[in-house]
């Protein structure tokens, strides 16, 4: 699409309507809401033109979800924005602006789990998010560790259709 091939030429800014476009003609094509969703979010422009465009980005993510619930990979999409973006709040501090993040991993992480059970990324997904919730209690590292353990398990299941270098590496990496 139009969106795709001016954000690989470097022009975010022209990018945007086509990913709009996208978005809207095909509701159920993931990729351009997480598209849309990044442009958005790298847009440079006045402190009130950011947080509009914050504010769209976050509403992008938002309609991901609400216009694909069972899909396990506009779970992730939502999951990886709210890290990348700093919208989950990591440090338990109560903090009203920030999701807290057994909220956040049950509606993103645990639901694409119940979707995708034996999915790589959702896998990694899940140990990320039982990493988060630690805090000192070694019951989360452990179903951290097992899920990783999980996915490489899978990884040397003979005919498994998610088998690939990279993806076991990114289990040995976390």
């Not at 179903?143 to 040995?172: I, N, P, V, W």
């Amino acid at each position: 699409d139009w969106g795709r091939l001016l954000e690989a030429e470097k022009k975010p800014a022209e990018a945007i309507p086509y990913c709009r476009l996208a978005v809207k003609d095909a509701p159920s094509d993931e990729n351009s809401y997480g598209r849309l969703a990044w442009l958005l979010r790298a847009q440079d422009g006045t402190a009130a033109e950011r947080q509009k465009n914050i504010a769209e980005a976050d509403q992008v993510v938002q309609d991901l979800v609400a216009n694909n619930p069972s899909s396990a990979k506009a779970h992730l999409t939502r999951w990886r924005y709210r890290r990348e973006f700093d919208l989950l709040d990591v440090r338990g501090r109560n903090d009203p602006a920030k999701l807290p993040v057994d909220q956040a991993a049950a509606e993103d992480v645990d639901a694409a789990l119940g979707l995708a059970a034996e999915d790589v990324d959702v896998l990694i997904a899940k140990a990320d998010a039982e990493a988060l919730l630690e805090k000192g209690d070694r019951t989360h590292r452990d179903r951290a560790y097992e899920c990783l353990q999980q996915g490489l398990k899978l990884q040397a299941t003979q005919g498994y259709h998610g088998a690939s270098d990279m993806a076991e590496f990114d289990l040995l990496w976390h």
